[in-house]
């Protein structure tokens, strides 16, 4: 299974970034919750409000916009991901320099539907 980081995580029922979080989870997969809010995400897994050191990422997965993505950017390469997915509304061309120049594989998709279609 894959482990992902999601920036942008939230104890908000509404909010796709909750779904995916429990999602994820369902599917087996590890999840690091990354975001500003406290409280927990699907299946009880607590938000992470700091910048921890995270071995053996697979995947980041995005929830933020592109203008709150700034402070999120180095901390994300240093993670040295296999992928990140920008999913609708994160889409960064600035961003996507960076990771290109870094040699890391991103793609403009949704988690949420990756899952559904087994993608993921």
């Not at 809010?37 to 997965?61: A, L, M, Q, R």
């Not at 996507?96 to 559904?116: D, G, P």
Request: with cysteine; glycine share 8%; hydrophobic share 35%.
């Amino acid at each position: 299974m894959k482990k992902t980081v999601i920036i942008g995580a939230t104890p908000n029922p509404s909010r796709y970034a909750f779904f995916a979080a429990q999602r994820l989870t369902e599917n087996g997969h590890e999840i690091i919750p990354l975001g500003i809010k406290k409280g927990e995400v699907g299946n009880g897994v607590k938000i992470i409000n700091e910048k921890p050191h995270i071995d053996n990422v697979d995947t980041v997965t995005m929830y933020v916009g592109p203008g709150h993505q700034e402070k999120w950017m180095d901390y994300i390469i240093s993670l040295k991901p296999k992928r990140i997915i920008f999913n609708p509304g994160t889409e960064n061309e600035v961003f996507y320099e960076k990771l290109r120049q870094e040699n890391i594989f991103f793609e403009e998709a949704c988690t949420l539907v990756m899952l559904s279609a087994k993608t993921y």
